[in-house]
């Protein structure tokens, strides 16, 4: 691995199906943690989220970026992590996390200067 992908930020997409279609209680489960989590996460290189709701309200997408791989590795070590994942199974039906690369943003993205 160069060290400049070492050094990208690390950023997934990460879709959630609720349990028995329950997206609000998902959705206020995911919104109250982030927000509880977030002093600490930062600590360890969390960068910020993004929240969706797919327009057919079947998923829950969340869009989240690390400043590396290694601090996202780091940040799902610790037991606030782990807790939070314990916390969440029994809201989610299934879940798909796909790490991705940066590669353009374009008009009012918060990434558009950050062209590689």
């Given at each position: 691995m160069t060290?400049?992908?070492?050094q990208s930020p690390y950023i997934s997409i990460?879709?959630?199906?609720a349990v028995g279609g329950d997206i609000d209680a998902?959705?206020?489960f995911q919104?109250?943690?982030?927000?509880?989590?977030?002093d600490?996460?930062?600590a360890y290189g969390w960068l910020g989220n993004e929240v969706y709701r797919s327009r057919d309200g079947a998923s829950l997408i969340v869009v989240t970026r690390f400043r590396s791989a290694e601090a996202r590795e780091s940040w799902a070590q610790t037991d606030r992590f782990r807790h939070h994942v314990d916390d969440l199974?029994?809201?989610?039906?299934?879940?798909?996390?796909?790490p991705v690369t940066f590669l353009a943003a374009h008009?009012?993205?918060p990434?558009?200067?950050d062209q590689r």
């Amino acid at each position: 691995m160069t060290d400049r992908h070492r050094q990208s930020p690390y950023i997934s997409i990460n879709t959630f199906t609720a349990v028995g279609g329950d997206i609000d209680a998902l959705t206020a489960f995911q919104i109250a943690e982030m927000r509880d989590m977030s002093d600490e996460a930062t600590a360890y290189g969390w960068l910020g989220n993004e929240v969706y709701r797919s327009r057919d309200g079947a998923s829950l997408i969340v869009v989240t970026r690390f400043r590396s791989a290694e601090a996202r590795e780091s940040w799902a070590q610790t037991d606030r992590f782990r807790h939070h994942v314990d916390d969440l199974a029994p809201l989610i039906e299934d879940v798909t996390s796909v790490p991705v690369t940066f590669l353009a943003a374009h008009g009012d993205s918060p990434l558009a200067g950050d062209q590689r």
